[in-house]
């Protein structure tokens, strides 16, 4: 993060917004970005990094409680070896800059998704993260790395199968709150808002579970592109949006 926050919300200055208390995000189109510049996809993916920084920063000023942002799917491994583990050299980098930054500022860390097929020293360094920032009260940040939303599913039903089998949880006993309980995101709420870029309208296996009632909004830009100004349309469109959760009365919120 380049500035330290904001000491009074920038949402004081917009009291017509609505501010979601969670927001997720496709960060998508980094390769088309650096393509439109002739530049490689790894140039692309770099500046979808500070991208992020600023979406870190916005969300701080305009007090949204949760951000969690999709960086790698379970998908993304059909790529080219040399663009995965360029990824995965940047999450490296981006703990090692901003680890101290995002925890002087109150930002908890958490990485969902799975761990299998991560080496050990990246387990250590997600384990590092976790607990440095672990008791941090500010923006609650997830990054879905290694993530996918039906294998999140899948997860979580061994988790509670294995319960039923260990006779410790009645089958007639599994609500929606078990399998709640059982995902990477346990304890948090679902997503208000998820925003995707760079034009395609589709989720990609993100939050697949949680986005039941998220309010879907698509925006042209590619992620390196989405800066202060895209995000307050985002959240003019949000604050315009009725969310009625099946029933009849729109709902605050
Ligand atoms: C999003 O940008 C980042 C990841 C999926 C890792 P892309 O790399 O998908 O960029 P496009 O969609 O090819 O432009
Ligand atoms: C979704 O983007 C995953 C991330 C942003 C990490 P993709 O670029 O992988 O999605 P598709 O392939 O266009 O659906
Ligand atoms: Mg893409």
């Not at 995101?185 to 990609?204: F, K, L, N, V, Y």
Request: charged share 25%.
């Amino acid at each position: 993060m380049s500035t330290e926050p904001a000491i009074q919300s920038r949402a004081a200055s917009r009291p017509d917004l609505r501010i979601p208390a969670h927001v997720g995000v496709i960060m998508d189109g980094n390769g088309r970005w650096a393509k439109a510049r002739g530049k490689p996809r790894t140039e692309g993916h770099v500046a979808g990094v500070k991208a992020l920084r600023g979406m870190v920063e916005h969300c701080i000023n305009y007090g949204v409680d949760y951000l969690t942002v999709f960086s790698f799917s379970s998908e993304n491994w059909t790529r080219p070896k040399d663009e995965i583990s360029f990824i995965f050299g940047l999450l490296r980098r981006f703990v090692a800059s901003d680890l101290e930054k995002l925890h002087r500022n109150n930002v908890r860390v958490r990485i969902i998704g799975s761990r299998d097929g991560l080496d050990d020293s990246l387990r250590r360094l997600i384990a590092e993260v976790e607990a440095t920032t672990a008791l941090n009260t500010g923006l609650q940040l997830q990054v879905a790395f290694n993530y996918g939303g039906k294998a999140e599913i899948a997860d979580a039903v061994r988790r509670i199968a294995g319960l039923v089998a260990a006779g410790r949880l009645k089958a007639e006993d599994i609500t929606e709150d078990t399998i709640g309980r059982a995902l990477y995101t346990a304890g948090m709420p679902d997503p208000d808002i998820i925003i995707r870029t760079s034009g395609e309208q589709r989720i990609s296996n993100f939050m697949l579970w949680q986005s039941a009632y998220s309010e879907l909004v698509f925006v042209e830009e590619n992620w390196p592109d989405f800066n202060e100004a895209a995000f307050l349309r985002v959240l003019e469109e949000y604050s315009g949006r009725d969310r009625r959760y099946g029933g009849v009365e729109a709902q605050i919120r």
